[in-house]
């Protein structure tokens, strides 16, 4: 019979605690919400901000309905937008990676929740240049261009303290067995 020592628990649980919870072990898909946005005149209006809620401006704008792309439009130095001639229904805003799924409304038939206008706020940063330097990736990373995205990093901690707790159990075999007469 194999005996466990502290160390093999603590790596096992720490194992276990780590690949708990992660997006790998989600129950399913994450539902994503659409933004109800009553039109003016078959107009929307919006602004893009950063995360510092400073205006963006000259970002390209694009609306798609049904995987078209109706309209594009560049925000201006306000970090606004305009669309016109638009009709009701479900939308996609796409702002660089980004998409914003929205529902269009006629001023009469817009829910009360309805915004009258929409603001964006992007969080990318503009790289310019392949250079990887200490911020060249424009994010931390542990490879240049290879962003680590939380549930892989859990996912490698996992594998390795369970690799540890075996290595460290087969070490110990010898020590806990007692020496013959």
């Known amino acids: 019979?194999?005996?466990?020592?502290?160390?093999?628990?603590?790596?096992?649980?720490?194992?276990?605690?780590?690949?708990?919870?992660?997006p790998l072990m989600g129950a399913g898909p994450l539902e994503i919400r659409s933004t109800d946005v009553a039109l003016r005149g078959g107009q929307l209006t919006g602004?893009?901000?950063?995360?510092?809620?400073?205006?963006?401006?000259?970002?390209?704008?694009?609306?798609i309905h049904e995987d078209t792309?109706?309209?594009?439009?560049?925000?201006?130095e306000k970090g606004e937008f305009a669309v016109r001639g638009l009709r009701s229904g479900g939308h996609v805003i796409r702002i660089g990676s980004n998409q914003h799924p929205v529902r269009f409304w006629g001023a009469q038939a817009?829910?009360?929740?309805?915004?009258?206008?929409?603001?964006?706020?992007?969080?990318?940063?503009?790289?310019?240049?392949?250079?990887?330097?200490?911020?060249?990736?424009?994010e931390s990373s542990g490879l240049c261009g290879v962003p680590m995205n939380p549930a892989a990093l859990l996912l490698i901690g996992g594998a390795t303290a369970?690799?540890?707790?075996?290595?460290?159990?087969?070490?110990?075999?010898d020590a806990s067995i007692p020496a013959s007469p």
Do not use: F, H
Not at 1 to 22: E, H, P, Q
């Open 69 to 76: 792309v109706i309209a594009t439009v560049t925000s201006d």
């Open 47 to 63: 602004r893009v901000l950063n995360t510092e809620a400073q205006p963006v401006a000259k970002l390209p704008i694009q609306l």
């Open 110 to 138: 817009a829910p009360p929740a309805a915004a009258s206008n929409i603001s964006i706020v992007v969080d990318e940063q503009v790289v310019r240049g392949q250079g990887c330097g200490d911020d060249g990736c424009g």
């Open 1 to 22: 019979m194999r005996k466990y020592s502290l160390k093999n628990a603590i790596c096992l649980t720490l194992a276990a605690v780590m690949s708990v919870g992660t």
């Open 162 to 173: 369970a690799t540890l707790a075996i290595t460290l159990n087969d070490g110990d075999d």
